[in-house]
């Protein structure tokens, strides 16, 4: 048997064994309910466009659990016995999930950047994917999900009204859109949760 | 047999025990602890002081983010034994499956009950020493804990039927959006929801409220329970019918499953130095009054001795007479942080605008149109000499404040009587020009 099959097969085999399709349709099932959700709380009477709020902290919740579990891999002994370094691969596992759903989210929310729109959106999936990721490296993929859910809820009721100042640091999912504070949260735990996971990979879980 | 029979409640609570120190469990109730606490202490100025305040807020952070965080770890618990590969040995024991699901699921319940109780302790020890007269309410923090018990269970019985890796945040997520999503509706099934906000800063439960909403989300949990555990699973129906009923109850009664609070309805007033007025609050507010009085004593000493001038001011809610004038309106977190206000200044402008206000809006424009700058200009001026004001609202007004400022004491008394005679009047001829 030739090795030409052999690498085409590889990449669908990484997809199947990562169950990334059922990822996908997760994914695209959040991006809906959330577009959805989304003008439906904006054509309430008494609401504007910050009503959009639940959504913009929710929805790239969700799609962050969906990504840091589906980051998990059942054989992850044999795994790592690869000759092929890994790092490229999970690089692009996390990529290749990222921005798909940061560009359909954003697409979820159109009109009024400022006042949670597209912008926080894509900041939020960032941040709450980067924390999905560290998580999933440190605590193991399939409880990846649980520090930004606790976190998120926290912040979710504990986020003063006014927006800026130091709760754009420690309430960045809260911030409306243009505070460049919890943008730069959001891209640092983006870049250090991918960091961990690409060079650490998913932790081993057991039970 | 006895001595054979003996050792099995025995067995039952090892497991238990066990259950209780290890695992997610200890955990779960950890995070419903800070989970509870760190956004109410990043809010404490909205509730320390105030009973209903305080719960009410314990109370949203408790159903919405207690409630979806207990599924999730009841859920993750749930799906222990098949993502251990365990739970084919688990059918080989010999214990019935109602015992097993509630060895397994009762610790994470009862740790997420002791989270929420270490957060009502601190959070009452907190607030307890600015209250005034009232109380928390009992009815509340057993609906809250039912309301965690219940979901619990629901989450446990989810965990062991959906085999899926996201279910325990999606089941947090489809939660949080069950409980929440009533209260963007206007009907009163948005009872149903226990994470309905009861604004129990001037209402309290009727004493059959938490029987009625334990025997809803009891109900419903009991349902889900008997329905996978039970041998018998038409049982599920006697929780049912039971959890219907009690929602065919609170739908139609709504907003009367509360009723004024007692102590909010009734007066409480200082003492008055001879001389000065008296001030009147809602009893809950009581130990403002202190910093209300500091606040004001500069306008009192303007007004003391001026005829007419207000004998009593009151909080605006209870409706001042003639010889009374209505506080300015503060709440917890917006001009009042632990019983004292945050801005006097403004509290007194406040005030100073409620006696000088005069409500015309009935009144045809006509009557308004002659004379009434001139009138808005003489309360202005009033309003901001009252209040010892750096500016007022229209420049026009400054020279009045001026020329109110210049006059003789006595004159300025008897002018102001004069005014005070007229503050309710919408006739501006008969309002005396400074």
């Excluded at chain 2, 001139?374 to 901001?384: F, H, I, M, P």
């Excluded at chain 2, 026009?396 to 006059?407: D, I, S, Y």
Aim: proline share 8%.
């Amino acid at each position: 048997m030739s090795t030409r099959p052999a690498h085409a097969v590889l990449p669908l085999l990484y997809i199947r064994s990562r169950a990334l399709p059922l990822t996908l349709a997760t994914l695209t099932g959040i991006v809906l309910v959330a577009a959805w959700a989304a003008h439906w709380l904006q054509d309430q009477p008494y609401f504007d466009h910050t009503a959009r709020v639940p959504v913009v902290v929710l929805a790239p919740l969700l799609a962050s659990a969906a990504i840091g579990t589906s980051l998990h891999a059942h054989s992850d002994e044999l795994d790592r016995t690869a000759v092929g370094r890994w790092w490229p691969r999970r690089l692009l596992h996390l990529l290749a999930l990222t921005v798909p759903a940061a560009g359909a989210l954003a697409a979820a929310v159109p009109g009024h950047p400022e006042a949670f729109g597209a912008p926080a959106m894509v900041r939020n999936l960032l941040g709450a994917t980067g924390v999905a990721a560290a998580a999933a490296a440190l605590l193991g993929a399939r409880l990846s999900w649980l520090p930004m859910t606790v976190y998120g809820g926290a912040v979710y009721l504990a986020a003063p009204r006014t927006p800026g100042g130091a709760a754009a640091v420690w309430a960045w999912p809260m911030q409306p859109g243009p505070q460049e504070a919890a943008w730069a949260v959001a891209v640092t735990a983006y870049a250090v949760g991918a960091a961990l996971l690409v060079v650490r990979g998913a932790r081993p879980e057991r039970g | 047999m006895t001595a054979s029979e003996a050792p099995a409640p025995r067995r039952t609570y090892t497991a238990l025990r066990t259950e209780l120190r290890r695992g997610i469990a200890p955990w779960a109730g950890l995070a419903t602890a800070l989970t509870l606490l760190v956004p109410l202490w990043s809010k404490a100025a909205q509730w320390q002081g105030g009973w209903g305040q305080t719960q009410d807020q314990l109370h949203a952070a408790a159903a919405l983010l207690g409630g979806p965080l207990v599924a999730a770890a009841a859920c993750w618990q749930g799906g222990r034994e098949h993502r251990r590969r365990t739970a084919e040995l688990l059918l080989s024991v010999p214990r019935s499956r109602p015992a097993q699901v509630m060895t397994a699921v009762t610790p994470i319940v009862l740790w997420a009950a002791a989270g929420y109780l270490l957060a009502l302790a601190v959070v009452f020890a907190a607030t307890a020493p600015y209250t005034g007269a009232g109380g928390p309410s009992l009815s509340v923090v057993v609906t809250d804990l039912g309301l965690l018990l219940s979901i619990g269970f629901v989450g446990f019985v989810v965990g062991r039927l959906v085999r899926w890796r996201l279910i325990a945040p999606v089941l947090a997520a489809v939660c949080y959006v069950l409980l929440g999503a009533p209260g963007y509706v206007e009907s009163n099934a948005r009872f149903l929801s226990p994470a309905e906000q009861y604004m129990l800063e001037g209402s309290v439960p009727v004493w059959w409220f938490a029987p009625v909403l334990l025997a809803w989300t009891g109900g419903i949990a009991a349902t889900v329970l008997l329905a996978y555990t039970a041998r018998r699973r038409l049982l599920a129906v006697v929780p049912l019918a039971l959890a219907v009923t009690a929602g065919a109850v609170i739908v139609p009664t709504g907003d009367h499953l509360f009723r004024d609070d007692p102590a909010a309805t009734r007066r409480v007033c200082s003492t008055p130095a001879p001389g000065t007025p008296q001030l009147c609050v809602a009893a809950p507010d009581a130990p403002v009054l202190p910093s209300a009085s500091a606040a004001l004593a500069g306008m009192f000493s303007r007004l003391e001795g001026v005829p007419g001038a207000p004998v009593r001011y009151v909080e605006s809610t209870f409706d001042p007479k003639d010889d009374e004038a209505a506080l300015a309106h503060v709440m917890r977190g917006w001009g009042i942080t632990r019983n004292k206000l945050t801005d006097p200044r403004a509290y007194a402008s406040e005030t100073a605008l409620s006696l000088t206000l005069r409500d015309c809006s009935n009144h045809s424009h006509r009557s308004r149109r002659e004379g009434g700058k001139q009138v808005d200009l003489t309360d202005d001026a009033v309003r901001t000499w009252l209040a010892d004001g750096d500016s007022t609202w229209d420049p026009e007004a400054r020279p009045l404040v001026t020329r109110l400022e210049a006059m003789p004491d006595a004159d300025r008394k008897a002018w102001l009587g004069r005014y005070l005679a007229t503050r309710k009047s919408c006739m501006p001829t008969e309002v005396p020009a400074l």
